[in-house]
């Protein structure tokens, strides 16, 4: 019995509710470090099928997860498209420079299906290696968030020459976002072809921007996504994070219609049950806090999974944190929430 694909597809609830976490497969895992360190290269690991395949296989071996998430990078799409992305240790991720004017005719839709080959064969050999009872996640990055690290050229706190090229390049910017629209469909169409049993599209820079502007390069876009993805493949459920949105994720369920929305940790979860379980019938996937998972006492931990559980597992759930398990996360604490969940 796959307990992922009962709660998205058949709306089940479960007394012990499905888990997965975020960035599952990782640096908190000693098996993930002694792997990583085969390769130089962060982006050469991500287009390595069998090295991607023994990673994103070994959360499941230790700790027997409902889902495998492949183990891949948002940035995989604007490094096909031709903008290069480099990963400098202790920096993140840097890319070539992109000026929206000039290079966006240079954006190739048609290297999303060669250059990422490799993420396709990885899940086609994971998929093979993966237990039936167990799901397989493929994802995306949002063109918001990924049009973020392009015209930024690395991460950023607060985004700023993205909101200005935004507010005073608009129309050269909506192209931007449709043609990110088009590489995430055709990614995910070709994920989904090569096996994954659900889709995932993380918007992780969402939160930065005020409600006008939200709808017009969040909601919109997530929209067209969702629409163009479920008339192809309808039997493919859809999870979508859009990070940070707060009360926003109301607007966001109603206009979007995924078929799970991921919560982040900021999200109150009274509020989220009445307002978005109980009135809006969305099932819910979220929404520990990563900071308590790694540095919170058993206790702490205890309390917060129980609070979730309480508010949440009466209706079609799934346990997640609310964003990405941090390396410094003890093993014993990830055991320990399996412990409870499973109880």
């Known amino acids: 019995m796959n307990k992922i694909i009962n709660v998205l597809k058949h709306k089940i609830t479960q007394k012990n509710p499905p888990i997965w976490?975020?960035?599952?497969a990782g640096r908190y895992l000693p098996e993930y470090l002694e792997t990583r360190m085969k390769i130089a290269n962060f982006l050469d690991l991500c287009y390595n099928p069998q090295l991607v395949c023994e990673v994103t296989l070994q959360p499941i071996r230790r700790f027997d997860f409902d889902?495998?998430?492949?183990?891949?990078?948002i940035l995989v799409?604007?490094?096909?498209l031709g903008v290069k992305v480099d990963f400098v240790k202790n920096h993140g991720p840097i890319l070539s420079e992109f000026n929206l004017t000039k290079d966006l005719s240079k954006l190739n839709l048609n290297n999303i299906k060669n250059h990422l080959k490799p993420v396709f064969e990885a899940i086609n050999l994971t998929r093979s290696n993966l237990a039936q009872d167990k799901s397989l996640i493929g994802f995306a990055g949002a063109p918001w968030t990924l049009a973020c690290y392009m015209i930024e050229g690395k991460g950023s706190k607060n985004f700023e020459k993205i909101r200005q090229i935004s507010l005073q390049q608009p129309e050269f910017f909506e192209q931007l976002i449709l043609?990110?629209?088009?590489?995430?469909?055709?990614?995910?169409?070709?994920?989904?072809?090569?096996g994954v049993d659900?889709?995932?599209?993380?918007d992780s820079w969402a939160g930065i921007l005020p409600a006008c502007e939200l709808q017009k390069w969040v909601i919109k876009p997530a929209h067209r996504i969702v629409e163009n993805l479920r008339q192809k493949y309808s039997h493919i459920p859809i999870i979508y994070f859009p990070k940070n949105i707060g009360f926003n994720y109301q607007e966001f369920y109603k206009k979007v219609q995924p078929d799970c929305l991921a919560l982040d940790q900021n999200v109150d979860v009274i509020w989220a049950r009445e307002v978005l379980q109980n009135d809006n019938q969305a099932i819910i996937q979220g929404n520990l806090d990563n900071f308590i998972l790694a540095f919170g006492t058993k206790e702490q931990i205890k309390l917060e999974v129980n609070k979730i559980l309480s508010n949440f597992n009466q209706?079609?759930?799934?346990f997640n944190l609310g964003h990405g398990i941090l390396p410094q996360t003890p093993i014993e604490n990830v055991e320990l929430l399996l412990?409870?969940?499973r109880s």
Do not use: N, T
């Open 198 to 202: 659900i889709v995932k599209i993380f």
């Open 21 to 24: 976490i975020m960035r599952q």
């Open 179 to 194: 043609i990110l629209e088009q590489a995430i469909v055709e990614f995910l169409s070709l994920q989904i072809q090569a």
């Open 67 to 73: 889902s495998a998430i492949i183990f891949s990078d």
């Open 339 to 341: 412990k409870i969940i």
């Open 77 to 80: 799409i604007p490094d096909a």
């Open 315 to 318: 209706k079609p759930f799934i």
